[in-house]
T-cell receptor, first 117, second 112 residues
Framework: GAVVSQHPSRVICKSGTSVKIECRSL??????MFWYRQFPKQSLMLMAT?????????EQGVEKDKFLINHASLTLSTLTVTSAHPEDSSFYIC?????????????FGNGTRLTVT | QKEVEQNSGPLSVPEGAIASLNCTYS??????FFWYRQYSGKSPELIMS????GDKEDGRFTAQLNKASQYVSLLIRDSQPSDSATYLC????????????FGTGTKLQVIP
């Protein structure tokens, strides 16, 4: 159980274009999902917390107008990288938990490798 | 600032040996602790979770937690080449949402 699906797994786009990444919880409902970014040889950095039916909460230093998050249902959150630039090239991973309590581990999607040319 | 620290490695162990991975954290209010395994180019996979002091065993894996020392470890017995990966220590803080801080990971190499 607790399967998180992410799509696409890999995307290449041109500088200045926008890219949408989808994250779905397949066998549970997730009122909260988390978006992480991981640069090569670095750890996962939380970008934002996606809340169903309300605005996302962004971590310090993450531009909310550049990384648009929509959590329209209990099983789907989307991250749109707007006006992408080469420095946005990274591994983006979403995560969610079937439970909201602090003792519930996160389950990760398979990640999206974004390359901006 | 909440920090989770790990030795980046690589930690090399021969096949069949015990691999010991260590992690320290700075936030005394941390409540939940997790170990994830991440293969190159893949997303993290949950290996173990531990919430109270002491040891927790699951198959070849044993997680150890010492909140007084702010220390958590993962032991892998009978290490296999397939265990070669980066192991991420993750700490969840007190207060509601499951906001987790990850360490930078320890790269484990199991030598056949």
């Amino acid at each position: 159980g607790a399967v998180v699906s992410q799509h696409p797994s890999r995307v290449i786009c041109k500088s200045g274009t926008s890219v949408k990444i989808e994250c779905r919880s397949l066998d549970f409902q997730a009122t909260t999902m988390f978006w992480y970014r991981q640069f090569p040889k670095q750890s996962l950095m939380l970008m934002a917390t996606s809340n169903e039916g309300s605005k996302a909460t962004y971590e310090q230093g993450v531009e909310k107008d550049k990384f648009l998050i929509n959590h329209a249902s209990l099983t789907l959150s989307t991250l749109t990288v707007t006006s992408a630039h080469p420095e946005d090239s990274s591994f983006y991973i979403c995560s969610a938990s079937p439970y909201t309590g602090g003792n519930s581990p996160l389950h990760f999607g398979n990640g999206t490798r974004l390359t901006v040319t | 600032q909440k920090e989770v620290e790990q030795n980046s490695g690589p930690l090399s162990v021969p096949e069949g040996a015990i691999a010991s991975l260590n992690c320290t954290y700075s936030d005394r209010g941390s409540q939940s602790f997790f170990w994830y395994r991440q293969y190159s180019g893949k997303s993290p996979e949950l290996i173990m979770s531990i919430y109270s002091n002491g040891d927790k065993e699951d198959g070849r894996f044993t997680a150890q937690l010492n909140k007084a020392s702010q220390y958590v470890s993962l032991l892998i017995r009978d290490s296999q080449p397939s265990d070669s990966a980066t192991y991420l220590c993750a700490v969840a803080h007190s207060g509601g949402y499951q906001k987790v801080t990850f360490g930078t990971g320890t790269k484990l190499q199991v030598i056949p």
